[in-house]
C-alpha cells in the first residue's frame, strides 16, 4: 500500500505564501501523474495541478502565475507553492500519485486556512 503524507499547510492572511509537501513511501518513477486536489468547505473536490512522470505539468486556470507545482522522482516528494494567496483558496489541500494503470492514492489531506 502506498502512503503519501503531505504538510505544510497552516493559517497565513491574503496575499502571503504557504508551501506544502507531500511525501511518497514508493519512488516517484512509479507513478504516472501526481498532484494535488483541493476541498473547500460545502464544494466538490477540484483539481490544483497535475505533474506527469517525465515533467510536463497542467494548473487549473484560476491557479496558473500564482501556484507552481514540482515534483522530484528521486525524493520521492511533490510540492505545491502558493503564492498571493486569497481567502479563497482556503481549503483542504489534497496529495495524489496515480499509477499507468489508473491506481490512485491519495494523502489524508492538509488544511490551508487564508484569512481576508
Known amino acids: 500500500q502506498v502512503q503519501l503524507v503531505e504538510s505544510g499547510g497552516g493559517l497565513v492572511q491574503s496575499g502571503e505564501f504557504l508551501r506544502l509537501f507531500c511525501a511518497a513511501s514508493?519512488?516517484?518513477?512509479?507513478?504516472?501523474?501526481m498532484g494535488w486536489y483541493r476541498q473547500a468547505p460545502g464544494k466538490e473536490r477540484e483539481m490544483v495541478a497535475v505533474?506527469?512522470?517525465?515533467?510536463?505539468?497542467n494548473y487549473t486556470d484560476s491557479m496558473k502565475g500564482r501556484f507552481t507545482m514540482s515534483r522530484d522522482n528521486v525524493k520521492n516528494m511533490v510540492y505545491l507553492e502558493m503564492n498571493n494567496l486569497k481567502f479563497e483558496d482556503t481549503a483542504v489541500y489534497f496529495c495524489?500519485?496515480?499509477?499507468?494503470?489508473?491506481?490512485?492514492?491519495w494523502g489524508q489531506g492538509a488544511q490551508v486556512t487564508v484569512s481576508s
Open positions: 514508493r519512488s516517484g518513477f512509479s507513478f504516472e501523474t
Open positions: 495524489y500519485a496515480e499509477e499507468l494503470s489508473h491506481t490512485t492514492y
Open positions: 505533474a506527469y512522470r517525465y515533467g510536463s505539468r
